[in-house]
Structure formats: structure tokens, C-alpha cells
């Protein structure tokens, strides 16, 4: 007889040793037997897809390349938490007009030594959960001012303009599927080759460890 849970399967223990079949279901106790909504919808029903973006009223100002004196936005994973940080997509936005040829990407690190957080993000302001309602509280911290360690580009985009008043591009919003995880001591930011104003933002869950 096959074992019935809820849709947040991935947190079920199965001892050692048993041979049980689980059957996913619906909040209605229907059988799933195919994804009925977009491949975030679990994530977000159970309260568990969280986002952080600039939130100042205006477009921010980003620090150029592997400063650690960052600028712009940036997630981390406390030491010590319980749970990592999975990345599940990302999107910037050029507020003006670049000054040079640049392009935008993530960049991240990890340290035994955590971030200081000059600017540390509000909860229900500068983050939050994407099932928007709840109140349930991410572990991951976020930053607009920090002083990073180790960084690393980790993912460049195609996103340049020429040094003129032409409006730039957009990298819109990239899915990045959960190809980038932040153990405890980790961290990722927004990357900027030069120094640019824009906005940014970033979705993700957490997976307990």
C-alpha cells in the first residue's frame, strides 16, 4: 500500500531498509500524476519561493566587478543556518544609460568568515515570500551594502550598450533553475562589469541541510 503525503514530498524520512511508494496529492487529496500548474507552484504554495529586490523608490547604483565593498544586491547564507539557499532565478534592469561597454551576470563566493552586512535588507520590504499573504520568513539574509569575500563571476550575460544616451538593454528575468546553491558561508550578487544604475532581483528557496 502506497504511503499518502502531502505535496511537500521532498521533506518525508524514510528509514533504512523500508520500501514504501509515496504518491504525491493535491491540497483536495486528488492523486498527481503531472505538474498541473508552472514548476514554481509547489514551491510557492508551500510558502517556500522567496524574492529580495531594490526597493529605494529609484534605480540603484552598482559597484564595479569583484569590489568586495559591494553595492547593488546581495544574498547569503548565514553560518551555522540549517537549511541552504537554493537560487531559482534572477532579473536586472538598466535604469540609465550606460557610461562604457559593460554587461551584468552573478557573481558569488563562499567563506568561512560571513559577509558584513552594511545594509542589511527589511523583511516585507526588501524581501519576502513570493506567496504573498504569508509571512513566512527566509533564513537567507539580504544585503544592498556589503563587504563580500572570495567573489567569483559565476554567470555573465549578454547585456552591453554603446557609451552614448541610448537606452540599454534588459536581462529580464533568467531562470536559473537552482544551478546555484549557497551552503552556509555562501553567498551570490548581482555582477556589474562597470559601474551601472539599475535594479535587480532575485527568487530562491531553501532546502534543509
Not at 524514510?14 to 491540497?27: E, F, K, L, Q, W
Not at 547585456?159 to 536581462?171: C, D, L, N, P
Not at 551601472?196 to 534543509?208: K, L, R
Request: aromatic fraction near 8%; hydrophobic fraction near 40%; charge should be negative.
Amino acid at each position: 500500500m502506497s504511503a499518502r503525503v502531502v505535496s511537500n514530498d521532498r521533506d518525508v524520512k524514510i528509514p533504512v531498509g523500508s520500501s514504501v511508494g509515496i504518491d504525491r496529492i493535491t491540497p483536495a487529496n486528488a492523486l498527481l500524476t503531472a505538474p498541473a500548474h508552472g514548476r514554481y507552484y509547489e514551491l510557492c504554495r508551500q510558502g517556500n519561493l522567496f524574492w529580495a529586490g531594490n526597493m529605494a523608490g529609484a534605480a540603484h547604483a552598482y559597484s564595479v566587478a569583484l569590489t568586495t565593498t559591494y553595492t547593488g544586491l546581495c544574498l547569503s547564507n548565514p553560518i551555522g543556518n540549517s537549511k541552504d539557499i537554493v537560487i531559482e532565478a534572477w532579473g536586472f534592469s538598466a535604469g540609465l544609460a550606460y557610461v562604457a561597454l559593460s554587461m551584468v551576470g552573478i557573481m558569488g563566493g563562499y567563506s568561512t568568515t560571513e559577509c558584513t552586512h552594511t545594509t542589511p535588507g527589511v523583511f516585507d520590504t526588501d524581501f519576502g515570500c513570493l506567496n504573498l499573504g504569508s509571512k513566512n520568513s527566509p533564513t537567507c539574509l539580504m544585503d544592498e551594502h556589503a563587504t563580500i569575500v572570495t567573489p567569483r563571476l559565476l554567470m555573465a550575460l549578454g547585456h552591453e550598450a554603446i557609451a552614448t544616451a541610448v537606452g540599454a538593454g534588459s536581462a529580464a528575468m533568467i531562470d536559473i533553475g537552482g544551478a546555484i546553491r549557497l551552503q552556509p558561508g555562501g553567498w551570490c550578487a548581482t555582477y556589474c562589469l562597470t559601474a551601472i544604475t539599475g535594479n535587480s532581483c532575485f527568487w530562491w528557496s531553501e532546502d534543509p541541510r
